[in-house]
C-alpha cells in the first residue's frame, strides 16, 4: 500500500542553526500538506499545496519558515533560524485532489529537537 | 472561528470492552465533515472514521461508531470489543465543506487498552 514518506524521522538540531525536512507524497496526490504537532496537542495545519503552488500559508512563520513544492511531488520545508519553540513533530501529508471528499494520508513525521 | 474540544485527556480500559471517547465542536456553518483520527505510538496518523454534517445516520466502521449530535454539536466515537491495537492518541477534526478548507484537530484523547 502506497505510503506517505518521511525524513528524517528525527532531527535534533541547535538553535540558531538551520533544518530542513523532506516530504514524499503518494504518487498522484496533488495535494501536500505541512502540519505541526507540539507535544500534547493536535496537529495544526502549515502550509497546504495544490500542485505546485501554495493554497494556504496563513499559519506558517514565514519569517523563519519557508516551503517549496517545486515539480508538484516532493516536498521540503525549512526552518532558519531554529527556536526552542520549534520543537515538535512536524507531519506531511497528501490527499488527491484536496477535496473535501478526499481523504488526507498522513507520514510518519520528523520528530525535531531544538536545544 | 471554528474549535474542537476534547475533554478527556486519558482513559483507560480493558481488553473487550467498550469505551466512548467524548468531542465537542462549535461553529456557525451548515455543511461540514466531522473525523476521528488515530495516532498508534511511533506510527502515522490515520483515518479511522468520517461524518458528514447532512447526514443524519451515524458512520460506522467494523468496530468503530460514532453518535453524532448536530443539534448539540457532539460527536463522540464508541469502541466495542476494545483490542490491544487500539491503544493509541485519538483526536477529533473538524472541516468546513469546500475545497481546500483545513481540518481542525482537538487536542487528543490518550487511550491505552489494558490486557
Known amino acids: 500500500e502506497a505510503e506517505v514518506a518521511q525524513s528524517p524521522r528525527y532531527k535534533i538540531t541547535e538553535k540558531s542553526q538551520a533544518v530542513a525536512f523532506w516530504c514524499d507524497p503518494i504518487s498522484g496526490h496533488a495535494t501536500l500538506y505541512w502540519y505541526r504537532q507540539i507535544l500534547g496537542q493536535g496537529p495544526e495545519l502549515l502550509v497546504q499545496f495544490q500542485d505546485e503552488s501554495v493554497v494556504d500559508d496563513s499559519q506558517l512563520p514565514k519569517d523563519r519558515f519557508s516551503a517549496e513544492r517545486l515539480k508538484g511531488v516532493d516536498s521540503t520545508l525549512k526552518i532558519q533560524p531554529a527556536e526552542l519553540g520549534d520543537s515538535a513533530m512536524y507531519l506531511c501529508a497528501s490527499s488527491l485532489a484536496g477535496r473535501d471528499t478526499d481523504t488526507q494520508y498522513f507520514g510518519p513525521g520528523t520528530r525535531l529537537t531544538v536545544l | 472561528a471554528q474549535t474542537v474540544t476534547q475533554s478527556q485527556p486519558e482513559m483507560s480500559v480493558q481488553e473487550a470492552e467498550t469505551v466512548t471517547l467524548s468531542c465537542t465542536y462549535d461553529?456557525?456553518?451548515?455543511?461540514?465533515?466531522l473525523f476521528w483520527y488515530k495516532q498508534p505510538p511511533s506510527r502515522q496518523m490515520i483515518l479511522v472514521i468520517r461524518?458528514?454534517?447532512?447526514?443524519?445516520q451515524n458512520a460506522t466502521e467494523n468496530r468503530f461508531s460514532v453518535n453524532f449530535q448536530k443539534a448539540a454539536k457532539s460527536f463522540s466515537l464508541k469502541i466495542s470489543d476494545s483490542q490491544l491495537g487500539d491503544t493509541a492518541m485519538y483526536f477529533c477534526a473538524f472541516m468546513t465543506s469546500g475545497r481546500d478548507d483545513k481540518i481542525i484537530f482537538g487536542k487528543g484523547t490518550r487511550l491505552h487498552i489494558l490486557p
Open positions: 461524518q458528514e454534517a447532512y447526514k443524519q
Open positions: 461553529t456557525s456553518e451548515s455543511n461540514y465533515y
